[in-house]
């Protein structure tokens, strides 16, 4: 019977969520950010100490890769490889062996096996084609990308894949035509079918030369019998999914399908989007352990005379002093003390889950639009920006990173 393993590509660096997701960088890197943000890092002072990979960023509170593991889980999936690199300490902390979710994880390294996440596609081919029990060709190994949410129909997509044969597949996302460059255009036999062969696979062309309406959502299905027709590809270095190999399997005609999506899709990579992703679960669009309602967790301390303004999500063990406003749109994580007066609107507020010491917003300021990270701390020409280590946001010093700028 062919059994399905899964892969969350989790190894990258991050960058589009820089700082947030950088602890120490290499000169090159600190290069790379002064020039991305220019003036605002002049007073640059240092880097997130705690920093996490970006599969590993909170969304609502919780660590957007439980989300992977839960849609390989609903699709049956038990066992699931992730690939690491960068920080893989806070995406292991957070899944350890997988128990708790009721699945077996183990780790893979990208670093040993090449520059190119098509690389680390090809070596997770190869090791589970050589693995004792895992000898049949028609196993399948189903692919996700550690930061995107979706809720897709994962179970759906593993029986028309596995049913119609294909030696690999693609969950398809319809693409804004104005931006198809920026992305890869993917053309279909029958566009109005559930299921249907590629044709054409072409990787961030010009608009004017794009065949195809669709676009990759950085959702896989390969069997593993598809090393034969990659063979060619194999001795190569730094490949891409989308740049290399789909594009290879489109011309060579092989049996290589997509699904077209329905539901919610979202790449969070840039601050823009990650506002975005929380904005879309508060008020219900997709379901990320949150409510889609407001809602407090156990241990919050609520004095009279604090409001809050619906939706918002708050977690367990904070403290909401008098006067303290709360939304709309306000993700406040655990161990968060707000003092009197302050307010909190349209803003991310990472909690501490390293101790149990408070992070303290100070009486009467005001965050709009902003995202606090855990244990962050730069400056900009305004004035300091976030960031506390139990340190205290005290009154009018704060001038947040506005996220207006990042297109929220």
């Given at each position: 019977?062919?059994?399905?393993?899964?892969?969350?590509?989790?190894?990258?660096?991050?960058?589009?969520?820089?700082?947030?997701?950088?602890?120490?960088?290499?000169?090159?890197?600190?290069?790379?950010?002064?020039?991305?943000?220019?003036?605002?890092?002049?007073?640059?002072?240092?880097?997130?100490?705690?920093?996490?990979?970006?599969?590993?960023?909170?969304?609502?509170?919780?660590?957007?890769?439980?989300?992977?593991?839960?849609?390989?889980?609903?699709?049956?999936?038990?066992?699931?490889?992730?690939?690491?690199?960068t920080y893989a300490d806070s995406i292991k902390k957070v899944l350890r062996n997988g128990g708790k979710f009721g699945v077996r994880v183990h780790y893979e390294w990208a670093r040993k096996i090449g520059s190119g996440i098509g690389n680390v596609l090809l070596e997770s081919l190869r090791f589970l084609a050589e693995r004792r029990g895992s000898q049949s060709p028609d196993d399948t190994l189903l692919v996700l990308s550690g930061d995107i949410i979706s809720d897709f129909n994962l179970p759906d997509l593993l029986a028309a894949h596995l049913k119609t044969e294909a030696l690999a597949s693609i969950v398809l996302h319809p693409a804004q035509i104005d931006k198809l460059s920026k992305f890869s255009s993917i053309a279909?036999?029958?566009?109005n079918s559930e299921f249907s062969r590629i044709i054409s696979y072409q990787h961030k062309v010009p608009v004017k030369q794009a065949l195809g309406r669709f676009r990759n959502s950085s959702i896989y299905a390969f069997r593993l019998g598809i090393?034969?027709?990659?063979?060619?590809?194999?001795g190569e270095t730094n490949l891409d999914i989308s740049r290399d190999i789909f594009p290879f399997l489109a011309q060579r005609g092989v049996s290589f399908y997509g699904y077209p999506a329905r539901g919610y899709w979202a790449d969070v990579g840039t601050f823009g989007s990650y506002f975005q992703v929380h904005r879309d679960a508060l008020e219900g669009r997709i379901s990320f352990g949150s409510p889609g309602i407001s809602s407090t967790e156990e241990g919050v301390k609520i004095f009279p005379g604090a409001s809050f303004i619906e939706p918002f999500l708050m977690d367990r063990d904070c403290q909401v002093e008098p006067g303290v406003a709360?939304?709309?749109?306000?993700?406040?994580?655990?161990?968060?003390?707000?003092?009197?007066?302050?307010?909190?609107?349209?803003?991310?507020?990472?909690?501490?889950?390293?101790?149990?010491?408070?992070?303290?917003?100070?009486?009467?300021?005001?965050?709009?639009?902003?995202?606090?990270?855990?244990?962050?701390?730069?400056?900009?020409?305004?004035?300091?920006?976030?960031?506390?280590?139990?340190?205290?946001?005290?009154?009018?010093?704060?001038?947040?990173?506005?996220?207006?700028?990042?297109?929220?």
């Open positions: 019977m062919a059994r399905t393993v899964g892969l969350i590509l989790a190894g990258g660096k991050g960058s589009r969520l820089w700082p947030l997701t950088l602890r120490k960088p290499t000169r090159d890197d600190a290069e790379a950010i002064r020039q991305r943000f220019q003036a605002e890092l002049r007073g640059f002072k240092r880097f997130n100490r705690n920093a996490v990979a970006k599969p590993a960023v909170p969304i609502c509170n919780r660590p957007m890769i439980e989300h992977s593991i839960e849609q390989l889980r609903s699709a049956g999936v038990e066992e699931i490889y992730v690939n690491v690199y279909v036999e029958d566009e090393r034969s027709q990659l063979a060619p590809l194999l709360v939304g709309p749109f306000a993700v406040i994580g655990k161990h968060w003390h707000l003092r009197r007066a302050s307010r909190v609107i349209n803003s991310v507020l990472w909690g501490n889950h390293t101790d149990r010491r408070p992070f303290i917003l100070g009486e009467s300021v005001r965050l709009d639009k902003c995202l606090v990270g855990s244990g962050d701390i730069f400056e900009n020409q305004s004035g300091a920006v976030l960031v506390n280590n139990g340190e205290e946001i005290a009154k009018h010093e704060l001038q947040a990173k506005d996220l207006d700028q990042y297109e929220v």
